[in-house]
């Protein structure tokens, strides 16, 4: 039975608090962000500070929650869910965890798969990288494993964009580890677990031969971070969404909702001028055979100014702030015919 005792271990070092590798001296790159960078995959197209700079870093930190429940239950056979609150320095307090409905979710997706070793280090020329888990069947054939909690909805292309996404990330995991340890990589695999959803995907690997040209990816530390050069596979802009005109849209389609779009319009220029003449004659309540129109009492309501009670109580503010995923908007406008002016 293969262990971790059998899989010779690199020489980098991960630093966890400055989630930094070192050989040596030399800072190597992750792969995460090799991939962002050069093929642009997992790249949030005009994500806001705020995103940025809070719902990341709160979306990351129930990532981190996940990923500690499951490797103290693979190493050590405990169930710890429970994690404390978290101070960060952009989006202030990140909520306490309870991720216990993950950790179920996570060994209902194990199907027979065994644990060798979590987080393992490997590395290649100028990249380090650790895989969440190291696996391997009754048979003994080994799986690299890695798990996401990522809100799919809201993932650039969603499910198949994440896989994608894995697709590259767990195939350079697995050149890697077939020259660090000499063994052979049977399969890749992702488990996307979110709350008590969850699901297990065979995830394709790219040839090797693709996975090298990337990995020889020239990088750069400067100031700013590490830059990326690669002539080959260089990606400099991030995929558009399909334009309009491509998009087939059955006729009765756009003709019924143009229709409803000028009936609501006409609707609320009638409700203006009924309302009008109501206030005239100092009419509250007036009905007809068809619906009845009534008009409320004028009312004041007392409004929270969060523009200001941020701009003088910053900590406070983030202390009590609270983020939910929203939908993109979805707007359609009439548009004016050609004989109006």
């Keep these: ?51 940025n700079e809070v719902r990341i870093p709160k979306a990351g930190y129930y990532g981190t929650c996940v990923h500690a429940a499951i490797q103290t239950w693979d190493e050590l056979g405990i169930e710890c869910t429970e994690y404390p609150e978290k101070d960060h320095p952009t989006a202030g307090l990140l909520p306490a965890q309870d991720v216990s409905q993950e950790l179920e979710t996570y060994k209902n997706l194990l199907c027979g798969l065994r644990t060798v070793a979590c987080e393992f280090t490997v590395d290649y020329g100028d990249f380090a990288s650790q895989i969440d888990s190291v696996k391997a069947d009754e048979d003994d054939e080994i799986y690299l494993v890695d798990y996401k909690t990522n809100n799919i909805d809201y993932y650039p292309g969603g499910q198949e964009g994440l896989k994608e996404y894995l697709s590259w990330q767990l195939s350079c995991y697995a050149f ?22 969850g699901e297990r995907w065979v995830i394709e690997r790219k040839p090797d031969e693709q996975v090298e040209c ?128």
């Design 176 to 197: 890697m580890f077939e020259r660090l340890t000499s063994k052979k990589v049977a399969g890749l695999i992702a488990m996307w677990i979110r709350k008590d959803k």
């Design 1 to 51: 039975m293969i262990t971790k005792a059998d899989l010779n271990k690199s020489e980098v070092v991960f630093n966890e608090e400055n989630h930094t590798y070192l050989r040596g001296e030399q800072r190597l790159s992750g792969i995460t962000s090799l991939i962002h960078h050069v093929l642009m995959l997992g790249v949030y197209p005009g994500a806001t500070d705020y995103v």
């Design 214 to 341: 990337l990995l020889e990816t020239t990088v750069m530390l400067t100031d700013n971070g590490f830059e990326y050069i690669n002539e080959l596979m260089q990606v400099h802009e991030i995929p558009q969404l399909m334009e309009y005109q491509s998009l087939a849209v059955p006729q009765e389609l756009t003709k019924a909702i143009a229709s409803f779009l000028e009936t609501e319009k006409k609707a609320k220029e009638m409700k203006e001028r009924l309302r009008a003449l109501m206030e005239q004659y100092g009419v509250k309540k007036w009905e007809c055979d068809e619906f009845t129109a009534t008009i409320g009492k004028d009312s004041e309501t007392a409004i929270f100014d969060s523009k200001a009670f941020k701009a003088d109580n910053p900590d406070e503010y983030n202390k009590y702030l609270k983020t939910s995923e929203k939908k993109g908007s979805f707007r359609v406008t009439l548009k004016k015919p050609a004989h109006e002016d």
